[in-house]
Structures are given as structure tokens and as C-alpha cells.
């Protein structure tokens, strides 16, 4: 399970937005060092319906004790573009950061800094990974809750990126109930092999999971077996 770790937070409404951020992407541990504004009112209105991730965020008093939670890596972010030598701390964007996640079941605390200066170099360097998103020349700086809506959102696309496509045997399945169901005189389809071919164009253009593929194949057959009863 991944957390998502607010140092020295100094906007209320920026810790609602964020919380309604991560339950658009399916994140919802919340952790907030120190911080320095009032949780309340603003809070709750930019929360709207992820108010829940604020009321069981944990609170801690000093950034060292974000290492007691239970993660693999700390991945500190940061809109300085860093040149490190040290391999354990290596700098990537958010979807490089994805890419190498679809490799692994590793638990992550994404760590963000304040506002108005963001996480020390003292504090980057605690973490195992620094995380930068790559922004125009003319003006690099991101809203905090821009920040992580961005790389939340390619971590999520990383993870749902992950189902089964549907297999040869699935699809054939699939295509062979549309047909039967094309042909039943009891729809009657003016012209069923037409449909058919549609079908099976759409089919063809689409990417269809595992699940997805199971799911059509199990209203369809429901559709059959209706039309049976019909027939009695």
C-alpha cells in the first residue's frame, strides 16, 4: 500500500485537493509532518468527497519518523533537477518511476515538501529515489497538488496497465456467442452477418481484457438463454 507524505504543509485547502487527487487514482494513505496550517473548513471543501482520507491521515511530529511506515522505498520529489553519482538515489521522472513499478510489488512513500521551499537537500537525501517532473524553462514551479496529481496519474496508469488481455480462446469465444446470438431468429436482425462483421471490427480495434472478455460473454449467453425460454 503506498503513502503519500506531506512535509510542512502550509495550505489547508492544498491538503484537501490532494486528498481528492489521490482517491481519483485509487491512493489512500495519508501522512502529514508537521504541519503548518489549521485542518479544518478549507480543508474539508477542497477534500469534497475524499474527506475520509483526511480524517484518518497520520500526523507525525518530525520528518524522520515518515522511515517507521510500512514502505520499501522513500521517493522524494522535488522541482530541482538533480546530477547524483549515488545509485541509491537515482533521479527519474514520474513515468520512468511507473515503468519500473510495473517490475515490482514494492510499497512506496512519495514524499512532497512544502510550498514555499520545498524538501531540503538534507531530507532528499534520506530517500532511496529523487523524483522530478520535467516542466518548461519559463516556468518550472508546480502547484503542490498539481505535483502530485501528475505523477499519481501515471502510477495508476502503470497499474492498470496490468490486467490480462483477453487470450485467442477468450476472443473466439466471444465472437462465436455474438454470432449465435446475431443469427437467432428471435432478435430478428435484418441483416445479422452484417452486425457479425461490426462486431468484429470493434473487437479488433479494441484492447479487451481477461475480465472484460468473461463479463460480455456472460450477458450475451444470458441473452440466449432468454430467447430460449421464448421459444417454449
Keep these: 500500500m503506498h503513502w503519500i507524505v506531506l512535509v510542512e504543509p502550509e495550505g489547508s485547502g492544498n491538503i484537501g485537493a490532494i486528498a481528492r487527487v489521490m482517491k481519483n487514482f485509487g491512493f489512500h494513505n495519508l501522512a502529514l509532518v508537521n504541519p503548518k496550517c489549521e485542518i479544518g473548513l478549507e480543508t474539508r471543501k477542497y477534500a469534497m468527497h475524499a474527506w475520509d482520507i483526511v480524517q484518518k491521515a497520520v500526523v507525525l511530529d518530525r520528518y524522520d519518523k515518515i522511515f517507521d511506515l510500512d514502505v520499501d522505498l522513500f521517493v522524494g520529489t522535488t522541482g530541482k533537477v538533480f546530477k547524483e553519482t549515488n545509485t541509491s538515489r537515482a533521479s527519474m521522472t514520474p513515468r520512468e518511476l511507473a515503468k519500473q513499478l510495473e517490475k ?99 473487437m479488433s480495434r479494441a484492447i479487451v481484457s481477461g475480465s472484460e472478455a468473461k463479463g460480455i460473454i456472460m450477458v450475451l449467453r444470458r441473452v440466449l438463454e432468454e430467447l430460449e425460454k421464448c421459444k417454449k
Excluded at 132 to 141: C, D, H, L, R
Excluded at 168 to 195: D, Q, S
Design 104 to 202: 515490482t510489488n514494492a510499497k512506496l512513500a512519495l514524499v512532497f515538501g512544502r510550498e514555499s521551499s520545498g524538501l531540503t537537500n538534507q531530507e532528499l537525501r534520506k530517500c532511496d529515489i529523487v523524483l522530478n517532473i520535467p516542466t518548461s524553462e519559463e516556468y518550472k514551479a508546480m502547484n503542490l497538488s498539481h505535483a502530485v496529481a501528475v505523477i499519481l496519474y501515471e502510477l495508476y496508469l502503470a497499474r492498470a496497465s496490468k490486467k490480462r488481455k483477453a487470450n485467442r480462446r477468450e476472443m473466439e469465444k466471444l465472437m462465436n456467442i455474438f454470432e449465435e446470438l446475431a443469427k437467432n431468429k428471435r432478435l430478428g436482425l435484418r441483416n445479422p452477418e452484417n452486425a457479425i462483421k461490426m462486431f468484429r471490427n470493434v
